[in-house]
């Protein structure tokens, strides 16, 4: 699969994937690299890279990846060309789990206006702290969780009201 990943602010690079049972094949602005992969109990993903393994933490929510490795973090936007960008009306008025955790904060309260971009909740999972958003402008119709409840992938976490604003 060949991606488009856009990482921070702008940066750019083609991005080739080509998995197989044990690992793979990455391919990077054209540099490619062999790399064997390893699940670990703490959910880390074992990445070995040249003979040597690195601790990777990744976690996806659509077409944004939060990826913790080699000491840094990374918020990663991912463009597939053959399925192109965004996500329809129905996905946007949700924001749901994009891995187990805990609710860290409720930024938002039923009936309030937000704005595309807005933080609405603060998750921790897998040791990162992740601020989801909402993808378009709305008002809150529901958050079925609060501050300290635990979760599960695909949980629902607030719900927008249907339809554009």
Known sequence: MKLTAEVGAGARHQVALVR???????EVDGAVFDVMMENKPDGALGLTLGGRTHAVWVAQHGETAYVHAFGRAWTVTLRDPVR???????????CVAPMPGTVIEVAVAVGDRVSAGQTM??????KMQLNLEAARDGVVAEIPCAKGDLFDRDALLVRLEAGRE
Request: charged content about 35%.
């Open 20 to 26: 197989d049972a044990r690992g793979g094949r990455v």
């Open 84 to 94: 192109g960008g965004g996500a329809d009306a129905e996905e946007g008025d949700l």
């Open 121 to 126: 909740i603060v998750i921790e999972s897998m």
